[in-house]
C-alpha cells in the first residue's frame, strides 16, 4: 500500500464484513468462514471458478460503498476517525489467494479463520457448518 493501513471501528468492521460476505454469496460462492479484525480480512470460500482474486476484489469494492454509505449518512454519530479520500478504498491491493490443497488444510484453514474471533476480530459463520451458526 501507498498509505497507512486504514484501521477500521468495530462498528464499520461489521458493515464491511456483511458486506464482503453478501456479495460473494450473491455471486454464488459459498462462503465457509470470513473475519475481519481492525486490518486484516481472511476468507475462506468455495469458488466457482479460478478468478477468486477478482471475485473478491469486487467483494471489497461492494463493502467500501457500503461503508462509505454508512459514513455518509452517520459519520458524526459514529465518531469515525477514518479519513477516505476521493476513490480510495479501505482495502490494500492484490489479495494473496492460497488455493486449499486436502480436507485437512480446509479444516485447518477455517480453524484458523475462525480462531481470529478469540483475538477480538469479528467472525462469519457458515449456518450449514456442523454445530455452526451464522453470526458476527
Known amino acids: 500500500m501507498l498509505r497507512d493501513p486504514v484501521r477500521l471501528e468495530r462498528e464499520l468492521r461489521e458493515i464491511a464484513l456483511r458486506g464482503v460476505v453478501e456479495c460473494l454469496m450473491k455471486d454464488g460462492i459459498v462462503v465457509l468462514v470470513a473475519c475481519l479484525d481492525a486490518t486484516h480480512l481472511h476468507v475462506l470460500a468455495q469458488f466457482k471458478d479460478l478468478r477468486p482474486r477478482q471475485?473478491?476484489?469486487?467483494?471489497?469494492?461492494?463493502a467500501t460503498k457500503q461503508v462509505k454509505q454508512y459514513l455518509n449518512a452517520h459519520g458524526a454519530a459514529v465518531g469515525n476517525s477514518l479519513e477516505l479520500k476521493l476513490g480510495e478504498g479501505i482495502w490494500g491491493k492484490r489479495s494473496e489467494c492460497v488455493p486449499?490443497?486436502?480436507?485437512?488444510?480446509?479444516?485447518?484453514?477455517?480453524?484458523?479463520?475462525?480462531?481470529?474471533?478469540?483475538?477480538?476480530?469479528?467472525?462469519?459463520?457458515?449456518?450449514?457448518?456442523?454445530?455452526?451458526?451464522?453470526?458476527?
Open 55 to 62: 471475485r473478491l476484489g469486487w467483494a471489497k469494492f461492494f
Open 100 to 136: 486449499i490443497t486436502d480436507r485437512q488444510h480446509r479444516v485447518n484453514v477455517l480453524n484458523y479463520v475462525a480462531g481470529h474471533g478469540k483475538k477480538g476480530a469479528l467472525v462469519w459463520l457458515n449456518a450449514r457448518l456442523p454445530g455452526r451458526a451464522p453470526s458476527i
